[in-house]
């Protein structure tokens, strides 16, 4: 409990003696079975992964203890990422614990206040790039190649590393691998990284087979589903709002080797997951993380036989890094009342309690 991935995987990943032991925490995050999705999409068994859990609030945790724990080792005492808003909380977050001083940056007035609050918070140096978030990251490269910090965007290995931890997980709680695992893609590390999970398990005899990988980006950023990349990629789920993502050949060799997919949902479609998730399930995400149960929704609607699959929908970040969002959604206020019981019952309108029962 609250050992940490590299304590708890260190035998899987690329640690030594010489690795700090990092941790916030991270990782062993519950696996919570649906109670009304998994009826309405037929499945055997839905299960939601809720890397919400983590420290700084999405699964970006995994792979940055990782990559921040190996960047003390090799010396540096700055790391840099680019960021849609998780990377750098999360950069931001252990850059603290290790005492290292971090630096992202962010495409300019398009970061969560939640996620920016956390940089802010923890400490990072922050710099708002007037483009998209792939000229920020091509930024990034360039500065992690000829200057002297580290570079934790998830084109750094350890970052892969790390978060394969979570395909682990799952299987280590379901005793053996889903059949199909639904997951939301931006710059497609963590579908690249759940795939080597999963393989890796398999190849170590530690599951039988390896899930079918179903990938979803949000339709006005769907670069891999189209098969080009997208110059101004749109949508409410900033998290996936990316272009180019770094990470496509992964991607494409995830889906190719599980014989899985890679499609797109509308924000439509992700409103909709969202709010069925919230208001049925007691599951709070953010948008980016809803694409992969709009996903689920959208592969039953197309007539998808699931009676007897063990489906895993990764639900990639909390609800709490976009309030604005969550907020517009309910499209609701507060109802007003003087403070006295009174005017709060008849507001209420509650029937009274039945003597006896
Ligand atoms: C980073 C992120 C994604 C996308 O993951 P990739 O590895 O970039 O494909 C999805 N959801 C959330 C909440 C994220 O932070």
Not at 88 to 103: F, P, T
Not at 132 to 144: Q, T
Not at 189 to 214: C, K, S, V
Not at 222 to 243: E, Y
Request: charged share 20%.
């Amino acid at each position: 409990m609250g050992a940490g991935v590299i304590e708890r995987y260190a035998h899987w990943l690329p640690v030594g003696p010489g690795t700090p032991p990092l941790t916030l925490g991270e990782g062993d995050t519950p696996l919570v079975r649906s109670k009304v999705i998994e009826r309405e999409v037929g499945a055997g068994r839905l299960f939601f992964k809720l890397e919400g859990c983590n420290p700084s609030g999405s699964f970006k945790d995994r792979g940055m203890v990782v990559a921040v724990a190996k960047a003390m080792e090799a010396g540096y005492d700055t790391v840099l990422c680019a960021s849609t808003g998780n990377t750098s909380a999360s950069a931001a977050a252990y850059a603290a614990a290790a005492g290292l001083r971090s630096i992202v940056l962010v495409p300019d007035g398009a970061v969560t206040q939640g996620k920016l609050s956390q940089a802010m918070a923890y400490g990072a140096r922050i710099v708002a790039v007037k483009g998209a978030f792939d000229e920020a990251l091509a930024i990034a490269r360039r500065l992690g190649d000829g200057y002297a910090v580290a570079l934790v965007n998830s084109v750094n290995p350890h970052r892969i590393a790390g978060q394969k931890t979570a395909a682990f997980e799952i299987v280590d709680a379901l005793g053996e691998a889903p059949d199909l695992l639904f997951i939301p893609v931006g710059n497609a590390g963590n579908i690249t990284a759940y795939w080597r999970g999963f393989t890796e398990y398999r190849d170590a005899g530690l599951t039988g087979a390896a899930p079918r990988m179903m990938g979803f980006e949000a339709e006005g950023a769907a670069p891999i589903a189209l098969g080009r990349p997208v110059s101004d990629p749109q949508t409410i789920a900033s998290a996936i709002r990316i272009g180019n993502p770094a990470s496509w050949r992964g991607a494409e060799q995830a889906r190719d080797e599980s014989g899985g997919a890679i499609d797109a949902v509308s924000d439509d479609e992700i409103i909709d997951a969202f709010k069925r998730l919230a208001r049925t399930e007691g599951v709070f995400c953010e948008p980016a993380s809803a694409a992969s149960v709009a996903g689920l929704i959208k592969t039953a609607k197309g007539g998808a036989d699931l009676s007897g699959a063990t489906v895993v929908c990764v639900l990639t970040g909390t609800g709490l890094k976009d309030p604005t969002f969550a907020i517009q959604m309910a499209g609701v206020e507060a109802e007003q009342s003087d403070a006295d019981l009174e005017s709060v019952a008849s507001l209420l309108r509650l029937p009274q309690k039945v003597a006896g029962a």
